[in-house]
């Protein structure tokens, strides 16, 4: 990591990740071989990418049973846990039905009403994540969405870890099937013999993973285009050195492009951290992974002042941002843009991921500019509710029309119009010709 003099806010923010030419047109030819061949397709590309040679995609009673005799037991209260503190945030998200009637007898309002079925995608590969099964599934339960359909690459042996199968029927999630990459999206848009078309995909995935929901999307709903992780850690004076290497390398294990940026108004802990990081990264299990993000994608800005750091934070709307200062609480005021926003030395990054509650799935590459973080909304959609009265509509039906007219669309006008005219008149008029 090197440390830079923070001048231009504008050249912090990475770039969307569209993936190449060639990686657009496998995911291309994916969707339509899935969509032509169902089942087959899957079981082609399983083998082909996975190593998996399997026969049926979805997850047995059996394998549910292994999965509890392979888990550690000591982790299961953990996961109950965790999963309750998740369920309590989001079931304070939730929002009710309305109607408002007024003085003429018109009723306005909003009915809410919860998705028939949704599709999660469980990520794979580098390692298993039991935590994207909770966040991704309780807050379309919590919403009242009846059908959960989750999906996740297996092992070369055809196998889900252990975790994720334990996490998802902890959570009561009853279809699970051994597939993952583009041809699971395109499975849970178009459908197979076996997996049964959703109206949501959730969860965040690799290249190809995002670039097929952003395909799909129109046919069925998405919650966004998952880049790589981020992390910003916001510091002054105060922090200290071995702990915001920590968190900076908690983002950097997880996949070689993950952000890790540090802003402070230090310079002497901008030096320390740097330290820090090596000495660090030498003991980490994925230390490859690790390093590589860091060297490519990791930095320290040091600022004039802290309205100068704050500023380059809001330009880079990270995923996560850690506000390590003296008084963390006074400058949240000032955050504008960040996907989740964690006060003081002890709300690490890792707390969001796994434990207090609120969703970790968040907006990445600057996205957190004008979107949020996986809730109970994404899984509900809202309809408009609207009951005029006679008078209502006897007191307005001129201003309706005239406005109707402005836009010519005659037809609209007469529409409104029509209630009062008696059918004598349409007959009269009728008979003319």
Not at 10 to 33: C, F, M, N, P, W
Not at 141 to 162: F, H, N, W, Y
Request: glycine share 6%; hydrophobic share 45%; aromatic share 6%.
């Amino acid at each position: 990591m090197k440390i830079k003099k923070l001048e231009n806010t504008v050249s912090l923010r990475r770039s969307l990740d569209q993936g190449t030419e060639s990686q657009r047109k496998a995911v291309l030819e994916i969707l339509s071989a899935v969509e032509a061949e169902g089942d087959q397709a899957l079981f082609r590309y399983t083998e082909k990418w996975d190593g998996a040679k399997l026969t049926s995609l979805r997850v047995t009673k059996e394998e549910i049973i292994k999965a509890y005799e392979d888990f550690p037991a000591s982790l299961m209260s953990v996961i109950q846990e965790a999963a309750e503190n998740i369920r309590d945030y989001h079931e304070k998200q939730v929002k009710q039905s309305w109607l408002s009637t007024k003085a003429d007898g018109t009723i306005l309002g909003q009915k809410v009403t919860a998705l028939d079925a949704v599709g999660v995608y469980v990520p794979g590969g580098k390692a298993a994540y039991p935590s994207s099964v909770l966040m991704n599934v309780i807050p379309a339960q919590v919403a009242g969405v009846e059908r959960i359909a989750m999906v996740s690459p297996c092992a070369k042996d055809g196998t889900l870890p252990a975790g994720v199968l334990v996490a998802a029927d902890l959570l009561g999630v009853e279809e699970i099937y051994k597939v993952g990459g583009a041809q699971a999206v395109a499975a849970l848009a178009f459908g197979t013999e076996t997996i049964q078309p959703v109206d949501k995909i959730v969860g965040p995935g690799n290249i190809f993973v995002a670039l097929a929901k952003k395909e799909v999307y129109g046919l069925v709903d998405i919650d966004s285009i998952a880049g790589p992780s981020e992390i910003v850690v916001l510091a002054d004076e105060s922090a200290v050195a071995h702990e915001v290497a920590a968190d900076l390398l908690s983002q950097a294990e997880h996949d070689e492009r993950a952000s890790c940026v540090l802003v402070t108004t230090c310079k002497e802990l901008a030096e320390r951290v740097v330290i820090e990081v090596e000495k660090q990264l030498i003991s980490l299990p994925r230390e490859g992974i690790a390093r590589v993000a860091i060297e490519e994608f990791g930095a320290v800005y040091v600022a004039d002042s802290m309205a100068e750091a704050i500023q380059a934070v809001n330009e880079l709307a990270p995923e996560h941002l850690e506000v390590m200062t003296k008084e963390p609480m006074n400058l949240l005021p000032f955050i504008k843009h960040a996907g989740a926003i964690f006060l003081g030395k002890y709300s690490s990054e890792p707390v969001g991921d796994y434990f207090a509650g609120p969703n970790h799935v968040l907006p990445t590459n600057g996205t957190a500019r004008f979107s949020s973080g996986l809730s109970v909304d994404e899984f509900v959609k809202k309809s408009s509710i609207i009951m005029y009265s006679q008078q209502a509509l006897k007191d307005n039906v001129d201003k309706i029309a005239a406005f109707a007219r402005l836009e010519g669309l005659e037809a609209h006008a007469r529409a409104v119009e029509a209630r009062f005219k008696k059918e004598k008149d349409s007959d009269d008029k009728n008979s003319e010709y």
